[in-house]
């Protein structure tokens, strides 16, 4: 995992809501990792977690009326000394004026006057969280490149449980650290050529009907729209995306598996990383009929005759020049996570490619949600990474480890 030894100015913002009291483990973290911390709070947060535990555990000051340190215009200065901000929790309201630039607050005065990488992990009921309004806020500031950590999913506040926890305090140090040496890494794949697949194929059986997947492209697209942010010559394949490929990428729109293989046999030579997450039928349907297929023709039963699709990402591992990295992806439906890891072995071994990126999905997750929560496998069966969050971190957080 990538980290700075460098002594890092971290502002950690706290907003209110009831994981405050986790902040004080995310402050202790970063005090242990060996950086200044320096915790601005919102009025409410300190209602739920007190200001001299912060101060006795990140030895400064806390900081939280925008009236206070006025000589020193204080409200500009916290955040212009900032090498990182870190918002845990970050509540829907915080999330919400961030994301129009509101400064009302030390909080978002601090965030507004920094150019600072900026860290998020929201906290809040699931309803609020999945709510289109927080949806949306949430990729405008993903797009402006805030790291958003979590939410994992867990016991809430209440009796329910759902996605909304705030994420693990360790795990947010972690992202924040990072978030400071990616940015000043941003550039790590210029020069590379990057070969993304997305999407699901369609392999069709007449001219209205096909066998497709419930794949949408939104991993795929996060993984193009991260690699060319971080400097790559990217080259996204599409089959059949439920969303817009990113700017500054070259996109290939395909169909079927052979379309896709096509796409791929074109520009793989010149590829040095090349990420499978298309989601590619195994078998079509071995005739197209030309016109609709009736069922008074057929009656009561009808077969339908299947043949085997090429594996394109286990000849590419084979024919792997030196030196070019091969991932591939793996969605899986074992409820048991011994055994998820199990099949993903065994998969990644038949494949025979270096990295193997394993999702559990099912008829409720996985497929066009905006988060995602991954294991990767390197060749041998190590796991590598085990991340969580939304697509654009997930990417973000592979992409680290290629690199
Ligand atoms: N893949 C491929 N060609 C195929 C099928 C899959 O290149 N004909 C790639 C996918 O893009 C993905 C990886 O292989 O990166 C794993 O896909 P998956 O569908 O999980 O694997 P399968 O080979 O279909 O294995 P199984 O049917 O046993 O799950």
């Known amino acids: ?67 206070e340190g006025v000589a020193e215009v204080r409200h500009v200065a916290i955040g212009q000394s900032a090498d990182v901000i870190v918002i845990a929790p970050a509540t829907a309201n915080m999330i919400a004026r961030l994301s129009v630039g509101l400064a009302d607050d030390l909080v978002s005065t601090t965030v507004l006057a920094s150019k600072a990488p900026l860290v998020i992990a929201p906290a809040m009921h699931t309803e609020m969280w999945q709510h289109a309004s927080t949806q949306h806020n949430i990729r405008v500031l993903e797009e402006r490149g805030v790291t958003i950590v979590g939410p994992a999913t ?8 759902g996605p909304g926890r705030m994420a693990e305090p360790t795990e947010i140090a972690l992202a924040t650290v990072e978030a400071h040496s990616r940015k000043i890494n941003r550039h ?41 942010r971080r400097g790559a010559m990217v080259t996204l394949i599409g089959a059949n995306l439920e969303v817009s490929p990113p700017a500054g990428v070259e996109f290939v729109a395909v169909g079927t598996a052979n379309e896709l293989q096509a796409a791929v046999d074109l ?4 590829s040095d990383l090349i990420i499978m997450a298309a989601a590619i039928a195994d078998y ?17 039963q009808f077969q339908l005759n299947l043949v085997r699709n090429p594996d394109i990402l286990a000849t590419l591992a084979n024919s792997a020049r030196p030196g070019q990295v091969i991932v591939g992806f793996a969605a899986e439906t074992d409820t048991d996570e011994v055994k998820l890891l199990e ?40 796991i590598v990474l085990t991340t969580s969050g939304t697509k654009l971190s997930v990417a973000d957080s592979i992409l680290d480890l290629l690199i």
């Open 1 to 67: 995992m990538p980290s700075s030894n460098q002594k890092l100015n971290v502002v950690v913002g706290i907003s209110g809501g009831i994981a405050a009291f986790k902040a004080v483990g995310v402050v202790r973290e970063l005090v242990l990792l060996g950086h200044n911390v320096q915790v601005v709070a919102t009025e409410s947060a300190l209602k739920f977690v007190g200001a001299p535990t912060l101060e006795a555990l990140s030895r400064n000051p806390v900081y939280h009326d925008l009236f």
């Open 154 to 161: 867990g016991q809430l506040t209440g009796d329910d449980s």
């Open 188 to 228: 790590d794949l210029a020069g590379r050529h990057v070969l993304i697949t997305a999407g699901g194929t369609r392999e069709p059986i007449d001219p209205v009907r096909f066998i497709g997947n419930r794949s949408t492209g939104k991993q795929g697209v996060a993984l193009a729209s991260a690699a060319a």
């Open 267 to 270: 520009r793989a030579s010149k």
């Open 284 to 300: 079509r349907p071995q005739e197209v009929s030309d016109s609709k297929i009736k069922k008074d023709v057929h009656g009561e």
């Open 343 to 382: 099949t993903a072995k065994l998969k990644l071994e038949r494949k025979g490619c270096d990295f193997l990126v394993v999702n559990k999905v099912g008829w409720t997750e996985g497929f066009a949600s905006e988060s995602n929560a991954i294991t990767v496998l390197a060749k041998g069966g190590d």
